[in-house]
């Protein structure tokens, strides 16, 4: 290939990686489905792209530093201190669930497909992983219950790691068994890459804690530093023992995370932002690499395959993993039938049958396509059925138009309660104790703590809501919680109360208006002015309009007294009242304001 058709070839990789993961975005469905089908497509189908002519030489050792990237930001997230948390579902469901996933896959693959016995396990370990950037876009559109969508959250996060490293030791018994002509040589060679991956992987993520937790280095280098650590171990120890570099990032990821003092976010968020651009880059190359022909001579098979693992093996494992728990059939039987297969198994797949070809393992080329027939298979299939299966179970939690509440202070109790009427689902966030216990005397729901804090993304319950209000009165909270869940809600999602302080502060101190949200109250209210009001008398008050007290009626009744916050429109939803509303409200509305006592105060409407 010449220069202008390479650089054309990368620029076309770019523009459809792009493309695809704003299509996943846009309809909510994981972009390792697009990324797969355009590789196949400019791949295999239409010959477009070719990567072996593309990268040369190269190919192989760029794909073999993007898994180990690939893996090292995923066992950062495996945290020992939360293994209590997350339930004993969720722990059987990655340990004794996992197995029997593995050995389901296994023998199905040795005698359906003829597998050699090593390389089914290994097809069976690559196989029982699904990891977050699978299922979370999944949870979005599905949308199951709270008790749901926590599992198979938690089950993702934490199998990611683990089955990475149970498909590596697989690997590296096989690779050893290769290069030893008995048992007790191939078992010792087994041994030297377990024990060789995991000293690398230790040594190298405590000698890295300890440069972040000394401050050896300057904030602004700790991404860089990072990147050149991993790759770093990932040679060093190929170059010790052959084959224990995956091992060695894998373990070095979970020493690190597990460091006391050590912060791992700011390196974690960089390393998710370039797994995004290794993930689209690396599965158009792999996808366009599939050798079609191969996949379809297996016919039938591939599809008793996935028959196999979506109605036996997944709820065998659903099975085992929720035995003794309050968990009813409908929640067990949507567990069974969501388990999508992702990126570490797409990832290590490649990288792995390109190292067993290279060793005469004739099989080891359908490692690929079967995987990614597996992948497509499951994401495809339970894309499509899972929202309405969830749906005909009752175990789906409505639109997500409910409310996160910034303060559990009194003025954010009784908008709460004001929602709460309106058919809104909330729930209060306060780092005061008296606030949250006063919420909860109230009967309402309350997460104790900083909602932008690291406890918070891991433990926030986000299910059914949509929008949020930043009650606080810091308004620096406020604009914390903007900037926070400006992703997961969207800017016209945000709504906040006016800071009494940054009217008087000229723009270069004043916290910009994409940062705080939308101003709440048609006439905007700052804390302040809410928390007195409502201490002097002025009280939340609903009122549904008819045809014979509309929308005018209502204007000159309360006239300036009202400042109005929230308005549900016939058919149901609920809008948030700011400055710019201009909407009408009709007949069969209901609206909630703050009214001011007046001569008609006690009887503010009709």
């Known amino acids: 290939m010449n220069e ?34 355009s590789g196949i497509l400019a791949g295999p189908i ?39 948390e997350i339930g004993s579902v ?9 197995l029997a996933t593995g050995a389901v896959i296994a023998v199905t693959t040795h005698y359906l497909l003829d597998f050699r016995w090593p390389m089914a396990v290994l097809f069976g370990a690559l196989t029982l992983v699904t990891g977050p950037t699978v299922i979370v876009p999944m949870l979005r559109v599905v949308r199951p219950k709270a008790s749901i969508a926590n599992i198979l959250r938690w089950e993702g996060i934490v199998i990611d790691p683990i ?17 030893a002509s008995g048992l007790l040589l191939s078992l010792r060679i087994f041994a030297a890459v377990i024990l060789c991956g995991s000293l690398f992987g230790l040594a190298g993520g405590w000698l890295f ?42 373990v070095m990821g979970m020493r690190l995370a597990n460091m006391q003092g050590v912060d791992v976010q700011p390196i974690l968020h960089f390393k998710e932002n370039l797994s995004v651009l290794l993930i689209s880059g690396l599965f158009i190359l792999l996808a366009a690499r599939l050798d079609l022909q191969a996949l379809l001579a297996l016919g039938p098979q591939v599809l008793l395959l996935l028959l196999v693992i979506q109605f036996v093996a997944r709820p065998l494992c659903v099975a085992l993993s929720t035995y003794g ?15 999508p297969r992702g990126i570490v198994a797409a990832a290590v797949s490649a990288i792995f049958a390109m190292r067993l070809s290279e060793s005469g393992h004739a099989d080891a080329a359908l490692l690929v396509p079967l995987t990614f027939a597996v992948i497509i298979g499951t994401v495809l299939l339970q894309s499509a059925t899972a929202r309405p ?34 058919g809104c689902r909330v729930l209060l966030t306060d780092s005061s104790w008296e606030n949250v216990s ?26 059914g809501l949509g929008r949020l209000l930043a009650l606080s009165p810091a308004g620096e909270l406020n604009a914390l919680a903007c900037m926070r869940f400006r992703h997961d809600f969207g800017h016209r999602r945000l709504f906040s109360l006016a800071s009494s302080l940054e009217r008087s502060l000229s723009d270069k101190h004043r916290a910009s208006g994409q940062h705080r949200g939308q101003l709440l109250g048609s006439q905007p209210l700052t804390y302040g002015q809410l928390a007195s009001r409502l201490s002097q008398g002025a009280e939340l008050y609903t009122t549904t309009l008819t045809p014979g007290f509309g929308w005018s009626d209502y204007q000159a009744l309360h006239g300036e007294r009202a400042c109005l916050l929230f308005a549900r429109n016939a058919e149901g939803w609920v809008h948030v009242v700011t400055p710019e509303f201009d909407q009408q409200p009709q007949p069969g509305w209901v609206l909630v304001a703050v009214i001011d006592k007046g001569p008609d105060a006690d009887h503010p409407s009709p």
């Open 90 to 98: 969720v722990r059987r469901m990655v340990t004794l669930g996992a």
């Open 389 to 422: 299966l969830a749906r005909l179970l009752k175990v789906a939690e409505p639109a997500p138009n409910g409310f996160l509440i910034v303060g559990a202070h009194r003025p954010a109790r009784e908008l709460a309660s004001a929602l709460q009427q309106l």
């Open 209 to 250: 804690g300890q440069v972040l937790r000394r401050h050896w280095l300057p904030e602004y280098l700790h991404n860089l530093a990072a990147l050149a650590a991993v790759l770093g171990v990932f040679i060093a120890a190929n170059l010790s023992v052959h084959e224990s570099g995956l091992l060695a990032v894998t």
């Open 4 to 37: 202008e058709q390479i650089l054309l070839a990368v620029g076309g990789i770019g523009g459809v990686a792009l493309a695809c993961q704003w299509l996943a975005w846009r309809l909510r469905l994981p972009a390792i489905l697009f990324l797969l089908l």
């Open 163 to 179: 089955g990475a490293l149970f498909a590596v030791v697989v690997f590296s018994y096989i690779v050893a068994s290769d290069e």
């Open 46 to 84: 239409l010959g477009w792209l070719d990567p072996q002519a593309l990268f040369g030489q190269l190919l192989f050792p760029l794909v073999s530093l993007s898994v180990a990237l690939i893996l090292f930001e995923g066992s950062l997230t495996l945290r020992f201190s939360e293994w209590h």
């Open 325 to 339: 728990s309050s968990l009813g059939w409908r929640e067990r039987l949507l567990l069974s039938w969501v388990a």
């Open 438 to 463: 006063a919420a909860r005397m109230e009967n309402l729901p309350t997460y104790f703590g900083n909602p932008a804090s690291q406890h918070a993304d891991a433990h926030l319950d986000l299910v």
